[in-house]
């Protein structure tokens, strides 16, 4: 089984749960902007969670099916097509050969995801095999894909054919069943991102934290998936420091000379030489993911011990949705 690239879009590329392990070496763990999404699409066509997938961004591509096949799309709302005929988003939908998914235009959210079940079967590195676009490696030749690529795909599990016979058998190409976008993601209209203070946090006068909080931001287009860029005001030092540079990871709010915050994210380096003011909850950082360029966000400082507690019902309720979804593939 595999997918032909007929046509790329914006930025496709293999993304799974990252490469971690190597931080240490400097590399990053990359993977997917927004995990979650990528998580509950592979329940959606009976992969395990951290399986290899695509990651759509703004403009979606348009992909060919070589052979049947059962893909699930999440994440934001990139108006997700078949044979040019939308299909919903959060279930599984059935490929025929020679069908063509691509995509209107988004409605909602940067970012979508597309599982295959099977999985894309490009070769691992370091344990991943998501692309690294800094470093060129990882994915489909270290880039991001290129019109005429085939992508392989893995072999589905039993739960994945079936669940594709029983579509073929009912008529249907799309699923009954499926899962709520809002596992993943709340609102993406001027949403609320929860915080927690960061090491040099004291280091920032009591009017600069305020404005962290204050502030309406809005997310610049010069943000990427190494940092979200904010711009909206000034957030500066009460004097001048020097920061040998220190452990980052994704959420880590820096602050540069400029004061505009860079909140990092999956690309990231893993240090950095900025003062790190705060850092999301790891709960929001896909909702982050879905915010497009012109997006507004205000941050809101909750205490750690509420961050790890946000975490764990996220997590609780994953568990829910894989006891859930796994019947289904029965």
Do not use: K
């Amino acid at each position: 089984m595999t997918l032909r690239v007929e046509r790329a879009g914006l930025l496709t590329t293999v993304q799974d749960l990252g490469r971690w392990g190597y931080q240490h070496h400097g590399v990053s763990p990359g993977g997917a902007m927004d995990p979650t999404a990528l998580r509950v699409a592979n329940l959606l066509v009976g992969n395990p969670e951290g399986a290899a997938g695509l990651e759509v961004t703004l403009t979606g591509p348009t992909l060919v099916a070589e052979a049947p096949a059962l893909i699930a799309v999440t994440g934001g709302d990139l108006g997700a097509q078949v044979n040019g005929v939308g299909v919903p988003g959060w279930r599984a939908v059935l490929l025929a050969p020679g069908d063509a998914l691509s995509f209107a235009g988004g409605h909602s959210g940067a970012r979508a995801y597309i599982a295959i079940a099977g999985g894309v079967a490009v070769s691992g590195v370091m344990g991943s095999r998501a692309t690294d676009l800094t470093a060129g490696m990882g994915g489909h030749a270290g880039r991001a894909l290129q019109r005429g690529d085939v992508i392989p795909v893995g072999v589905e599990t039993a739960g994945a054919t079936r669940t594709r016979a029983r579509l073929v058998g009912a008529g249907r190409r799309v699923a009954w069943w499926g899962a709520s976008p809002h596992v993943a993601r709340a609102t993406l209209r001027d949403p609320l991102i929860r915080i927690v203070r960061g090491p040099e946090h004291d280091w920032f006068p009591l009017e600069a934290c305020r404005a962290l909080r204050d502030t309406r931001w809005r997310v610049t287009d010069r943000s990427n998936r190494m940092g979200i860029r904010l711009d909206g005001g000034a957030v500066r030092l009460a004097e001048p420091r020097e920061l040998v540079s220190s452990p980052v990871t994704a959420g880590t709010i820096q602050v540069p000379p400029g004061g505009e915050p860079i909140i990092l994210m999956a690309d990231r380096q893993t240090v950095g030489g900025y003062p790190r003011i705060a850092q999301v909850a790891e709960v929001d950082l896909s909702l982050l993911a879905q915010l497009a360029p012109g997006a507004s966000l205000q941050l809101v400082e909750v205490t750690p011990a509420a961050a790890a507690a946000l975490l764990l019902a996220r997590e609780r309720t994953m568990h829910d949705l894989v006891t859930g979804l796994a019947i289904h593939h029965l």
